[in-house]
């Protein structure tokens, strides 16, 4: 679904000549659409290509694949994606020429001030919620932008870029309604300024950011503190339990909401035996859905963007239609397909849950959706300081599985050193010790062939992580599986 009014405000990128390093990744790729939009000439380079360069290259954003190559003379701002590093050749021939460098979240912190930021934030489901949001918006006829950091189908890919201005609600005539994935890795939502958030969850993560949980809880109150005060409209709906409400509230000016299954929640979500999820607010019924999305942590996420689209001034209709026909995203229990057996067909499924409570969640659901099919799991972990540091909750979070499959570790951002701290089998011993059948493997291929000496007709796979684990999951649908 694209949008009939796709400008954006041209202040500040209107004429700029921006060059993107690492273009193709999810969040750069969608924001070169919206820059785009915003009146810059885009173009930019990346290590390693793929579907999202040829994608930008259908819509006349150049893209060199590849690590060789010069800056162009005319470029008078450079975006780098987080993961480059200082040294990287062209952000060192930018710094020599004097050119102006941002990063993806200051980037993005500047189109906010052109529009109505909605921020959506939480250590867990924040892309399902920023398109379930985006979605509900769309079809209440308010035209929003947004970007996030996952594809969605529904929506056109990773970004769209929405009215210039706010047609309707309590915003209408301002800058028009975006909604942004904002995350908490390095602090990088401190950059966004947006007029209402949700935060869905806060937890342990990104340990190697961060040194603890108490600095995480400090970097979303830092985050909730950014919003304007209630007299300008800020907004925060933030989980009634699970996102340390009392600490990161703390002298927050907006107005502030809660929403979950306690009795206590401003807006109380409840689920029923049938799948049919309602909304209360202060005992009054406001939103009442039956989602396709499966499991208790996706009718909390529909719950999120359905108070927020109402608070943004979507209609009651428009909103639970959307939320009921909600077709989900790229990598989040995305059905790939079916692999077949001389037993019979086995479903294959791929998600990128990689935090311990993620799991959890995902598993459960798909052991409340198929409640008498064995469920096999290909846990591909990422990050060894991450695995490290939450070794424990990953050893508790696999019961639901029948069997735990785990390739290696997938290497990003550590320091080489974190190799030799931790590894896959420490992983699978802590799942046995919880009482889980598990195994590691050498590689993905290896994990791609026990999968398949494994199961049998009738079987759901999982394939679960933030890494390449989902060629597995590709891998599997089509071949043969062993009828033992």
Request: glycine letters at 12%; hydrophobic letters at 45%.
């Amino acid at each position: 679904m694209t949008s009939a009014s796709a400008s954006v405000s041209t202040v500040p990128f209107a004429g700029r000549r921006v060059w993107m390093v690492g273009a193709a990744g999810t969040g750069m790729s969608g924001l070169a659409r919206l820059l785009g939009a915003a009146g810059a000439v885009v173009g930019g380079e990346d290590a390693e290509g793929g579907e999202a360069v040829e994608r930008l290259a259908r819509e006349g954003v150049r893209i060199r694949v590849g690590t060789g190559g010069e800056l162009p003379q005319e470029t008078d701002l450079v975006i780098a994606t987080a993961a480059a590093k200082d040294d990287h050749p062209t952000l060192a021939a930018a710094r020599a020429r004097g050119v102006t460098i941002r990063t993806y979240a200051q980037t993005l912190g500047l189109l906010h001030g052109a529009r109505s930021g909605v921020s959506v934030a939480g250590t867990h489901g924040k892309s399902t919620t920023t398109c379930l949001l985006t979605w509900c918006l769309v079809r209440a006829g308010l035209d929003p932008g947004f970007i996030a950091g996952a594809t969605c189908g529904a929506l056109g890919g990773n970004a769209r870029a929405g009215a210039a201005t706010v047609p309707a609600g309590p915003f209408a005539g301002r800058g028009g309604l975006l909604v942004t994935e904002s995350c908490e890795f390095d602090r990088s939502f401190h950059h966004l300024r947006p007029a209402t958030a949700i935060i869905n969850n806060v937890e342990a993560e990104h340990l190697d950011c961060y040194a603890n949980l108490d600095e995480v809880v400090e970097s979303f109150s830092h985050f909730a503190r950014s919003l304007p005060p209630a007299r300008e409209g800020g907004f925060l709906l933030i989980a009634h339990e699970g996102a340390h409400r009392d600490q990161v509230c703390d002298r927050v000016t907006a107005a502030v909401e809660t929403f979950g299954p306690q009795s206590g929640a401003a807006h109380r979500v409840e689920r029923a035996a049938d799948g049919t999820v309602r909304v209360l607010f202060r005992g009054q019924e406001t939103l009442r859905w039956r989602p396709a999305l499966i499991g208790a942590h996706n009718a909390l996420n529909g719950a999120a963007a359905g108070v927020m689209a109402l608070r943004l001034g979507a209609a009651r209709a428009a909103v639970e239609s959307a939320l009921a026909d909600f077709p989900g995203l790229d990598r989040r229990q995305q059905s790939v397909g079916s692999m077949p057996s001389t037993s019979g067909a086995i479903r294959v499924f791929d998600d990128y849950g990689h935090h311990p409570t993620e799991i959890r969640v995902t598993l459960r659901a798909f052991r409340e959706a198929f409640p008498c099919q064995r469920l096999v799991c290909v846990f591909q972990p990422h990050q060894h300081s991450r695995t490290r540091h939450l070794i424990e909750d990953f050893g508790r979070a696999f019961e639901d599985a029948d069997r735990v499959i785990l390739p290696p570790i997938h290497f990003v951002r550590d320091p080489e050193s974190e190799r030799s701290l931790v590894n896959s089998e420490m992983v699978a011993q802590r799942i046995r010790a919880a009482g889980r059948d598990a195994v590691a493997v050498p590689d993905l291929a290896a994990a791609t062939a026990a999968t398949r000496a494994f199961v049998r007709g009738g079987d759901i796979v999982v394939t679960m992580g933030a890494g390449a684990v989902w060629k597995v999951a590709r891998s599997l649908v089509g071949g043969v599986a062993d009828a033992g």
